[in-house]
């Protein structure tokens, strides 16, 4: 009866030990699972969206004077850029006097115009912010008027600049001058902001 106690605490012991070793290693299988997933999520930065009314909380008809120097996930800095005093020559036909935002790299995401504080326009000039749709600065004309609801609209013929654009609904999408092939700002603007 010894012997039969003895085997019965090992093979008890024996099972334990398994078991143990079981939970441990998927333990360890779930740990290793959640780590991959958080450094997936850390290297994937979250994708920007940019609406008919802006980028939140730089939207239109927000004030100006109320948004915080940074935003997480948004910008890093914002620095007003003055054009007085400058040559309308000196003055390319994209720049803008505004608000301009920055990442963390120091690289120029969007602008933001205002007309006593509330913001009335806001041009985007990185291709890492989007829209719903998925249209964004770089993209080819193809590609943009592939979207449901993308128009091509064509320069005044009157205008110091023959400018394309694509509209989406209330997102205007800027070519290029050279030969019209490629997005290269995309903004939302108040027009209501310069009724009479």
């Not at 301009?100 to 602008?111: A, E, H, I, P």
């Not at 609209?153 to 997102?171: N, T």
Request: proline share 3%; charged share 25%.
């Amino acid at each position: 009866m010894t012997n039969l106690f003895k085997i019965l605490i090992v093979a008890i012991a024996a099972l334990s030990i398994t078991a143990c070793t079981n939970s441990v290693g998927s333990q360890n299988a779930t740990s290793d699972d959640t780590t991959a997933v958080t450094t997936e999520q850390a290297n994937t930065r979250a994708e920007l969206i940019l609406t008919e009314e802006g980028l939140p909380p730089v939207v239109i008809g927000a004030n100006i004077n109320d948004l915080p120097e940074s935003v997480d996930g948004l910008y890093a800095r914002k620095e007003y850029v003055s054009l007085e005093g400058r040559d309308d020559e000196e003055i390319g036909w994209d720049e803008v006097e505004g608000w301009y935002f920055y990442d963390k790299d120091g690289q120029l995401l969007f602008t933001a115009e205002d007309n006593e504080g509330a913001i009335f326009r806001v041009i985007v000039k990185s291709p890492d912010i989007k829209t719903a749709q998925g249209a964004h600065v770089g993209m080819s004309r193809d590609e943009a008027l592939k979207i449901e609801g993308a128009k091509l609209i064509e320069p005044d013929p009157e205008a110091d600049y023959m400018i394309y654009c694509i509209e989406l609904g209330k997102i205007s999408m800027t070519l290029d001058m050279v030969n019209s092939k490629e997005v290269i700002n995309m903004e939302v603007f108040d027009y209501s902001a310069f009724d009479m």
